[in-house]
């Protein structure tokens, strides 16, 4: 009974893996690209996206190693950052006199706040990649989580400095960045959120947002790239795809990182719940009229 079981299981596998075409490859990268910094979440797009145009989901493995190229786009344009940090927390290391220093500081606050977003993602790994990517919970956290938005903007004094950040504000971040591991939530969205709450400054909050991300996706895309070539359900993805794809989403992702940036030093992060509440809705009203499948 038990080798019966597993067969089934096995040809069940067989039937759910298919290739991946060329146009849902390049489509879902530029939607990868285009969204991965905003806070609309671009693994609800991604889940959208191939849902009602292939009527089926591409698979979190192809959209975490898809990220790859985005968090490439995080490293190269906040490479100077990223080097002064490192070089100050290298020395603080080894150098006690070196360590009053906010740049040796925010490396720890980083690793700190990573820490969160890496246990649950790797003890939870079957529940985000399996029933969190249900359409009906996209949809829903996507309406739900633009009020979160319109909140800590309206409660939130922005007067707090990148200067000013603390282990305190790092921590509560990281752990807000957990939230994103559901889709329609948004990474930025609720990293900058808790900023927000944090009375941390619209741009401050951003830019830690970004320099927080790189460890946790960076991780996420290493770790799944051998289930993104051989998934055990959804669509297997060529290498040649996956570096045409990580390509696009680097080109776009960093587009967006310099628009994103100098939207809001003027704009409030509010605006973008314009966008997520009426594709929620939208998706809401397919489902349940059956137009697509969740």
């Known amino acids: 009974m038990e080798l019966s079981s597993h067969l089934a ?3 069940g596998d067989a039937v759910t893996t298919t290739d991946m075409g060329w146009l849902q490859t390049i489509i879902l990268s530029i ?3 285009l969204t991965e910094f905003l806070p609309v979440s671009s693994s609800g797009h991604m889940r959208i996206v191939s849902q009602l145009v292939w009527g089926e989901d591409a698979g979190a493995s192809f959209t975490a190693v898809v990220q790859l190229g985005t ?3 995080v490293l190269v344009f906040f490479a100077k950052d990223i080097w002064i940090i490192l070089s100050a927390w290298f020395a603080g290391v080894f150098d006690r006199t070196k360590r009053d220093n906010l740049n040796y500081r925010m490396g720890w606050m980083v690793i700190a706040a990573t820490i969160p977003v890496g246990l649950i993602g790797f003890l939870a790994k079957d529940l985000i990649r399996d029933n969190l990517r249900n359409l009906w919970i996209t949809a829903i956290v996507l309406i739900l989580f633009s009020f979160v938005f319109i909140w800590a903007e309206k409660v939130g004094t922005h007067r707090r400095t990148y200067e000013k950040l603390t282990m305190k504000d790092a921590l509560i971040m990281g752990f807000a960045q957990c939230l994103a591991l ?3 939530v948004s990474r930025s969205g609720a990293t900058v959120s808790a900023g927000l709450f944090l009375n941390l400054d619209r741009e401050v909050a951003t830019r830690f947002s970004f320099l927080l991300a790189i460890p946790a996706v960076l991780a996420s895309g290493l770790f799944s790239l051998p289930d993104a070539f051989e998934p055990a359900a ?3 993805a060529s290498g040649v795809q996956l570096i045409v ?3 696009i989403a680097f080109v776009l992702g960093y587009i967006s ?3 994103l940036l100098k939207f809001v030093a003027n704009h409030s992060f509010a605006w973008f719940a314009l966008w997520r509440i009426p594709v929620g809705v939208a998706v809401l009203i397919l489902l349940a009229t059956g137009t697509i499948n969740a």
């Open 71 to 73: 968090e490439l786009a």
């Open 257 to 259: 990182i310099a628009w």
């Open 31 to 33: 939607v990868q690209g």
């Open 182 to 184: 559901v889709p329609g």
């Open 9 to 11: 299981a096995e040809a």
């Open 245 to 247: 794809g990580t390509s």
């Open 234 to 236: 959804g669509q297997a």
